[in-house]
């Protein structure tokens, strides 16, 4: 199989969603309930059809290794940066892994632990449906983008928010280029204006929830012993 440059050769690259197990028939229910189009809500989940789903790998994308700043917070693992410029509220891609019952998505129930694992990789499909993804162990090129804080940017560029996605017939949490402030404003002309530029870090921010637990358990390690280091994304 065909796989993005600087992918890690020990984890399994994925095309499509992995559905685990654990999955009973009223989580794929609910997952597989495409949403009504003819609502015009802002609120309202968008619905992508099969063509305007990025192909994968995804050529918008590319995973590169932190070298630079000395400050970063993922230096010396890596992130995804723009291989094109991504105008704002863009698709860039889905974030694929393996689809499981939450039991406390680490993104956004940070305190909660299932069967006593923990990963950084755990979003929330449907977390009324209790439905989570998460790509700690297979996963595509979403899971190296990394949180907005300590990189440099005041704010994040990108986020997560789910989507219909016609061709796989379920929800999936997409990673997008967040929408353009209001007013218009942005750096540079052109094409260059607003949205995410060519050999950009996408970064978006992880909530929270998620830092609160990262502090907890550095802390818990560094009661035991004597330090603690956070895992990338």
Partial sequence: MLQPKNWPSTLPYLTAPLHGKDLTPAHLAAIRTKPSSSSS???????????????????RVKIQPITAPASHPALGQCGLFAARHLAPGTLILAYLGRVHTGGGSVVVAAAAAAAGEKSDY?????????????????????RFVNDYRGVGPARPNA????????RWGEVCVGVWVKAAAAGGKGKGKGKGQGGIRKGEEILVSYGKGFWEERRREMEGEEEEEGGGERKGA
Avoid: K, Q
């Fill in 41 to 59: 809500s802002s609120t309202d989940m968008p619905i992508i059809p099969a063509a305007d789903t990025p192909p994968l790998p995804c050529p």
């Fill in 122 to 142: 755990d979003l929330w499909l449907d977390r009324e449906a209790d439905v989570a993804v998460d790509a700690a162990t297979c996963g595509n090129e979403a």
């Fill in 159 to 166: 986020e997560f928010r789910p989507a219909f996605c016609e």
